[in-house]
């Protein structure tokens, strides 16, 4: 079956850090960038950060630029998503996102086709 | 950055109804546009990618159009299931490389 299943989230005092993980399965991980989505509660989505399927590029929204680092180890079919410095508007659904894939190892698509079902991380003291 | 502006933010309709949903970029996107529903506690669901191509196992009645800064999701004929949240988004090499939604219409019965 093709997905992706997060893990990782919970609660966290203001200035901790968390570890995101997301496990791909049913399909060719390396040939796909990943991306992390957030989604504050009763708000909308937010991209938070995105990884080519080959590693070597990574890119991040200005909110979480210095704070966050995505990573991925093809030989596990896991994208990562380390948390440092963390704020309480950080308090969100996380989701993975693949992107369609139409591109090379060096890139990024325009759209994600599929989702996990989210993992919420909550900073709070 | 381009920033997406969807409306209206709310849309009542019955059943059967057809259904417009627009999103406006702030410049020329070309045809980079996706759109997503998504409904309460569920990850959202790729619905138009390249602004009018359906993804895979989404029904006929959706449709997208549009090009450079207006775009439409259409449904042509609503059933029960379709009342949800709708987003589009789009991807931009600024740089770096950036993704944005817009900030959503929520598709409820009337």
């Known amino acids: 079956e093709v997905q992706l299943l997060e893990s990782g989230g919970g609660l966290v005092q203001p200035g901790g850090s968390l570890r995101l993980s997301c496990v791909a399965s049913g399909f060719s991980f390396t040939g796909y960038a990943m991306s992390w989505v957030r989604q504050a509660p009763g708000t909308g989505l937010e991209w938070v950060s995105g990884?080519?399927?080959?590693?070597?590029?990574?890119f991040y929204a200005d909110s979480v630029k210095g704070r966050f680092t995505i990573s991925r180890d093809n030989f596990k079919d896991t994208v990562y998503l380390q948390m440092n410095s963390l704020r309480a508007e950080d308090t969100a659904v996380y989701f993975c996102?693949?992107?369609?894939?139409?591109?090379?190892?060096?890139?990024?698509?325009?759209?994600?086709?599929?989702w996990g079902q989210g993992t919420m991380v909550t900073v709070s003291s | 950055e381009i920033v997406l502006t969807q409306s209206p933010a709310t849309l009542s309709l019955s059943p059967g109804e057809r259904a417009t949903l627009s999103c406006r970029a702030s410049q020329s996107i070309s045809t980079s546009l996706a759109w997503y529903q998504q409904k309460p506690g569920q990850a959202p669901r790729l619905l138009i990618f390249?602004?009018?191509n359906r993804a895979t196992g989404i029904p006929a009645r959706f449709s997208g159009s549009g090009s450079g800064t207006d775009f439409t999701l259409t449904i042509s004929s609503l059933e029960p299931e379709d009342f949800a949240l709708y987003y589009c988004?789009?991807?931009?090499?600024?740089?770096?490389?950036?993704?944005?939604f817009g900030q959503g219409t929520k598709l409820e019965i009337k």
């Open positions: 988004q789009q991807r931009s090499d600024w740089p770096p490389p950036m993704f944005t």
């Open positions: 990884i080519s399927g080959s590693g070597v590029s990574s």
């Open positions: 996102a693949k992107d369609l894939g139409r591109r090379d190892a060096y890139s990024f698509d325009d759209a994600f086709d599929l």
């Open positions: 390249d602004a009018s």
